[in-house]
């Protein structure tokens, strides 16, 4: 029976350590750009504060962050590697006689075990929310009057009778 060893455990403890790091990174760059983009799209109402902005940013942030998981697998599985071999410790486990597959397995089964809990837990949670950020937007425009001008009622003054 194969077992998490001690090399299987520290390889998915630093795979980890970049997944972290990557979706950290990622996903406040992201949801500083996605509170922007709605404070000029939601904010141009007085009446708006920052604070419902930025409820409305973390209601959009699950949603985001299931868009970004594949990318943040990828970039933390290579900032994992990259830091294992820049202090030579592939090369040591090469040397050693471990299988290549040894220490990707980890990395992988981590993967398959994190996608399945997002599509179970993660993606209902989402979808809730991001249907709530739908409503609270959608409430927070409701009196918002737009730029469409035939929803104006344009007052035009009648014309002089002679």
């Known amino acids: 029976m194969i077992g998490l ?4 455990r520290y390889v998915l403890a630093r795979n980890f350590v970049g997944l972290g790091a990557a979706l950290t990174v990622m996903a406040s760059v992201i949801l500083l750009v996605q509170f922007v983009d709605l404070s000029r799209s939601v904010g141009v109402r007085a009446d708006v504060s920052v604070s419902q902005l930025f409820k409305l940013t973390l209601l959009k942030a699950p949603a985001l962050v299931l868009l970004l998981l594949p990318l943040v697998f990828l970039a933390g599985g290579m900032i994992a590697y990259v830091g294992l071999n820049r202090r030579s410790e592939l090369v040591a486990m090469r040397a050693a006689g471990i299988s290549a597959w040894r220490f990707i397995l980890p990395s992988a089964v981590a993967a398959f075990l994190v996608g399945a809990i997002t599509v179970t ?3 209902p949670l989402a ?4 249907a709530r950020f ?6 927070l425009m409701d009196t918002y009057l737009g730029d469409n001008p035939k929803d104006c009622l344009l007052y035009t003054s009648p014309s002089p009778r002679d």
């Open 5 to 8: 060893g001690r090399l299987e």
């Open 121 to 123: 837990v993660f993606n």
């Open 134 to 139: 739908e409503t609270e937007r959608a409430a």
């Open 127 to 130: 979808a809730t929310l991001s």
